[in-house]
């Protein structure tokens, strides 16, 4: 059974920094692009940005500026990189295989002043 779990996100002031880590078991992610997506309140599930296997990123055009997405394919994981975070960052933040399969938890990110 394939388990994706989000982690590394809390209460973060604007303009600061966070690292989201995301963790597959139950698959190999060595050959599947993963991607980032962000659901804030009320508003749908949109798509951060995703990496390629080998490791080539794609992020949002109105995010690539403050976020990065890497990966460790023998951890099985990939990070989301945010900075200079602000208030519209926030909501909760899910990892998923490409194309969608099932969804984790996600992480909360909660941006404030």
């Known amino acids: 059974q394939v388990q994706l779990v989000e982690s590394g996100g809390g209460l973060v002031q604007t303009g600061g920094s966070m690292r989201l880590t995301c963790h597959v078991s139950?698959?190999?992610?060595?050959?599947?692009?993963m991607a980032w997506y962000r659901q804030a309140t009320g508003e749908q599930r949109r798509f951060v940005g995703n990496i390629t296997p080998a490791g080539r990123p794609n992020l949002a055009d109105d995010l690539k500026d403050r976020f990065a997405i890497s990966r460790d394919n023998a951890k099985a994981t990939i990070y989301l990189q945010m900075n200079n975070l602000r208030f519209s960052d926030t909501g909760l933040y899910f990892c998923?295989?490409?194309?969608?399969?099932?969804w984790g938890q996600g992480t909360q990110v909660t941006v404030s002043s």
């Open positions: 139950g698959t190999s992610i060595n050959n599947k692009v």
């Open positions: 998923n295989t490409v194309p969608i399969g099932q």
